[in-house]
């Protein structure tokens, strides 16, 4: 998949165009997808970043970095994506200035949206607007039950199956090994330290079955509790892997929450416990 930062990188061409944020390109975005392949042409994606929320004031916590979207985007069958820098500047031009620069500027003929898409200044554009200036609009009804907002709810919960049944695959972390205490290769259980970026989603604490690097992993997701808590960390325990990770990035899948974190009484009731999580995890089964 092409990706371009301005309209001037993409090719001279008629487009299919759909829209929007797609954030963690769960199945109601797949759908707006969908709809724009069966145009028949290739389908080019625009999409903000950083999120409009964030460059608006409020607080949004991401189901997953651009990096990521842009991967999940490709597989979804996105011919290229056009990634605007959404600015304040940006969120006060006026809907139809924003039609006509952006997506006339690079041959739009068929837009397709969720039926809820707004943009320019107070969110004043709208499908309507852009059929009266011109453009094929195709509008995708919303699933119910299906947004973004809906994924985040279950996350903060810790149902990663019910995050998975709407975003159709599991629900991922993605970041970087960084280095930590060390302390899980003491226990026989070495765990990698990931950092994530500060404006990703990370589900309620606790112990997690997942995968990471196609090995099946145990995850903490805490402050470690058992030695006194502190900040967050999220420490995957890849199962069979042996090998130096430090600087990599991981992208972890989460499958089923296994239990809350806690304190134990002595290290080798803690031992036993991750024993009983690393068992547990080997027999979970990847949701979706």
Same mark, same amino acid.
């Given at each position: 998949m092409k990706v371009a930062h301005r309209p001037e990188e993409l090719d001279q061409a008629v487009r299919t165009v759909a829209i929007g944020s797609f &954030?963690?390109?769960h199945k109601g975005h797949r759908r707006v997808l969908d709809e724009a392949r069966a145009e028949g042409m290739p389908v080019t994606v625009v999409t903000f970043w950083p999120h409009p929320r964030l460059v608006l004031g409020n607080r949004v916590e991401l189901l997953s970095t651009?990096?990521?979207?842009?991967?999940l985007l490709a597989e979804a069958g996105a011919a290229e994506t056009l990634v605007v820098e959404f600015t304040p500047e940006l969120a006060q031009r006026e809907p139809a200035d924003f039609a006509e620069s952006l997506l006339?500027?690079?041959?739009?003929?068929?837009?397709?949206?969720?039926?809820?898409?707004? =943009?320019?200044?107070? $969110?004043a554009g709208d499908p309507a607007l852009l059929e009266q200036l011109g453009f094929e609009v195709r509008t995708v009804p919303l699933v119910e039950g299906i947004s973004s907002s809906d994924v985040r709810a279950l996350l903060h919960a810790g149902d990663v199956v019910g995050a998975a049944r709407l975003l159709g695959r599991p629900p991922e972390l993605d970041g970087t090994v960084v280095l930590?205490?060390?302390?899980?290769?003491? *226990?026989?259980?070495?765990?990698?330290? *990931?950092?994530?970026?500060p404006d990703l989603l990370v589900p309620a604490y606790g112990i997690y079955a997942g995968s990471a690097l196609d090995h099946r992993a145990a995850i903490s997701i805490g402050v470690n509790p058992h030695y006194g808590g502190g900040e967050r960390r999220i420490e995957p325990h890849l199962l069979d892997f042996e090998g130096d990770l430090y600087g990599?990035? +991981? *992208?972890?899948? +989460?499958?089923?929450? *296994?239990? !809350?974190?806690?304190? =134990? !009484?002595?290290? $080798?009731?803690?031992?036993?416990?991750?024993?009983? !999580?690393? &068992?547990?995890?080997?027999?979970?089964?990847?949701?979706?």
């Open positions: &954030d963690g390109v651009l990096e990521r979207r842009l991967e006339r500027r690079i041959g739009t003929r068929v837009i397709v949206v969720g039926e809820n898409f707004r =943009f320019g200044r107070a $969110a930590g205490s060390q302390r899980g290769g003491t *226990l026989g259980y070495p765990t990698a330290n *990931l950092a994530v970026p990599r990035r +991981l *992208l972890v899948e +989460l499958w089923r929450r *296994l239990r !809350d974190e806690r304190a =134990f !009484d002595s290290e $080798a009731e803690l031992v036993a416990q991750i024993a009983r !999580d690393v &068992d547990e995890t080997r027999q979970t089964e990847r949701p979706v």
